[in-house]
C-alpha cells in the first residue's frame, strides 16, 4: 500500500532527525527524502518544530498508554516492573528511530514545546517511579536511591535503540525478558517472578506498536 504525502513526510523527518539531528537536517533535505519540492513542504507539516513536536508527542503517548495498559491486569511489583521494562526494551528496539529522536533532541524545541513534551516525558517516568516505590514499600525491592535506579533502568533499556537487530542471534522477545530478569536483580528481587507481567507487556506491544517477535 503506497503511503500518503503526509506519511512520506514524517518517515523522512523521522529518519533525518535521528541521523542528523533537528539543527543538522535542513528544509531541503525533507523535501528531497520526502519527493516533494520545498514549496510544498510546509502544506504537509506546518513548522520543522511542529513536525518535531509531532514526533515526539506521538511516540511518548504510546508508550504512556502502553504502560497503562499493561499494569492495568498487573498488581505484583515484580510482574509490573518486568512489564514496563518488556514495553520499553520492545519500543526502542522496534522503532529506533523514533525513540532517539524523543531521547536526543528534547534541547532543540523552544521553550513552550519543551514544557509539553517535558511533561509527557515526566509522565512516563512516573509510572516507573510508583512501580519501583510500591516494589520497596511492599519490601519486593531493595532500592536505597529510588531515582536513581528508576534512571539506570531506563538508561539500560533505551540503550538497545543504538545496537539492537532483528537480525541479531536473540529474538526480540528473548532480549526483552533478559532485561526484564537483569531489572528485577538489580533491584534485589529474584529473576524468576514477573513472567506474567511480561507476557501482559507482550501482548500490548503486539496492540500498540504491532510488534510481533
Not at 510508583?130 to 539506570?152: M, N, Q, W, Y
Not at 539500560?156 to 541479531?168: D, F, I, L
Request: neutral net charge; aromatic residues 6%.
Amino acid at each position: 500500500m503506497a503511503l500518503t504525502t503526509e506519511q512520506r513526510v514524517r518517515r523522512a523527518a523521522v529518519k533525518l532527525f535521528a541521523a542528523k539531528g533537528f539543527h543538522g537536517t535542513g528544509i531541503r533535505d525533507l523535501a528531497q527524502a520526502a519527493r516533494i519540492s520545498s514549496a510544498s513542504l510546509y502544506h504537509y507539516m506546518g513548522t520543522k518544530e511542529d513536525l518535531l513536536v509531532d514526533i515526539m508527542r506521538e511516540c511518548l503517548d504510546r508508550l504512556l498508554l502502553a504502560a497503562r495498559r499493561a499494569l492495568d491486569t498487573v498488581d505484583d511489583p515484580a510482574d509490573a516492573l518486568s512489564a514496563l521494562v518488556t514495553l520499553h526494551v520492545m519500543a526502542h528496539a522496534a522503532q529506533p528511530d523514533e525513540t532517539r529522536v524523543v531521547d536526543n533532541e528534547v534541547s532543540a524545541l523552544s521553550r513552550p514545546a519543551r514544557r509539553r513534551i517535558v511533561a509527557l516525558r515526566d509522565e512516563y517516568e512516573a509510572i516507573w517511579a510508583d512501580t519501583i516505590g510500591k516494589g520497596v514499600s511492599a519490601g519486593v525491592f531493595d532500592a536505597p536511591e529510588p531515582a536513581v535506579t528508576r534512571l539506570a533502568l531506563l538508561e539500560m533499556c533505551t540503550g538497545v535503540a543504538r545496537w539492537y537487530s532483528p537480525r541479531g542471534p536473540l529474538p526480540l522477545d528473548r532480549l526483552a525478558a533478559r532485561y526484564a530478569q537483569l531489572a528485577l536483580r538489580m533491584l534485589g528481587s529474584p529473576a524468576l517472578p514477573g513472567e506474567q507481567g511480561a507476557e501482559r507487556a507482550r501482548e500490548v506491544a503486539a496492540e500498540v506498536w504491532r510488534i510481533r517477535p
